[in-house]
C-alpha cells in the first residue's frame, strides 16, 4: 500500500511542479485549468477534450492545463463521479432516480462510451446528469482556478525570494573576499 502511495505522491509532485513551472501567467495557467474543469464536469467522457482544447484557444488559457484540467473525470473516476452527478441533478430538478438505478443505467455508457448509448438511458437521466453537472462546474471551476493561480504565485514568490537570498549572500561573500585598498 506504501508503494501505491509514493506513486501518487511522486505523481501529484510532478503534476505540481507541470502546473506552476509552465512558462505563462499565473492567470494564463489558472484560466486553462479552469477551461479543464469546466469541460471535465460538464461534458461527457470522450468529449471533453474536443471542447476544451479549443476553448482554450478562444479564451487564452493553457492548453496543458486545459487538457489536464479535464482529468477529474476519467476511466477510474466516472463510476463514483457520474452517478453522485446524476443523483443530485435528479433531485435537482425534482426527479425520483435512485442511485441505484443511476449506477445500472450509466454501466452500459460507461463500458460502450457512446453518445447512443448515453440517449437510451432516458431523457430525464440525461437532464439529470447535465444539472448536476451544471453544479459541480459552478463549484469546481471557480475554485480550480483561484487555487491554480495561489499555487502559481506562492511558488514563484518563494523561487523570487531564495533567488533573491543566494544573490545577497553571493554578493555578500565576494565583498568580504575583496581587498581593502590598504
Do not use: D
Amino acid at each position: 500500500m506504501s508503494e501505491k502511495m509514493s506513486y501518487l505522491r511522486r505523481s501529484l509532485r510532478r503534476l505540481y511542479y507541470k502546473v506552476v513551472r509552465e512558462k505563462a501567467s499565473p492567470e494564463y495557467i489558472a484560466r486553462g485549468w479552469a477551461i479543464g474543469m469546466f469541460f471535465g464536469c460538464f461534458s461527457p467522457f470522450g468529449a471533453q477534450l474536443i471542447f476544451s482544447i479549443p476553448c482554450a484557444f478562444l479564451l487564452k488559457g493553457s492548453k496543458i492545463g486545459a487538457t489536464f484540467g479535464t482529468l477529474l473525470t476519467n476511466q477510474f473516476t466516472i463510476f463514483f463521479i457520474y452517478p453522485l452527478q446524476c443523483y443530485v441533478g435528479s433531485k435537482l430538478i425534482g426527479g425520483n432516480l435512485s442511485y441505484h438505478e443511476i449506477e445500472v443505467a450509466l454501466k452500459g455508457v460507461l463500458e460502450h462510451q457512446s453518445f447512443q448509448e448515453l440517449w437510451k438511458i432516458g431523457q430525464e437521466l440525461c437532464i439529470a446528469f447535465f444539472t448536476g453537472g451544471a453544479l459541480l462546474t459552478a463549484i469546481m471551476t471557480p475554485l480550480t482556478y483561484f487555487v491554480v493561480l495561489r499555487m502559481i504565485r506562492e511558488y514563484r514568490a518563494r523561487r523570487a525570494a531564495a533567488a533573491a537570498r543566494k544573490k545577497k549572500n553571493a554578493e555578500a561573500s565576494s565583498a568580504s573576499k575583496t581587498p581593502s585598498g590598504h
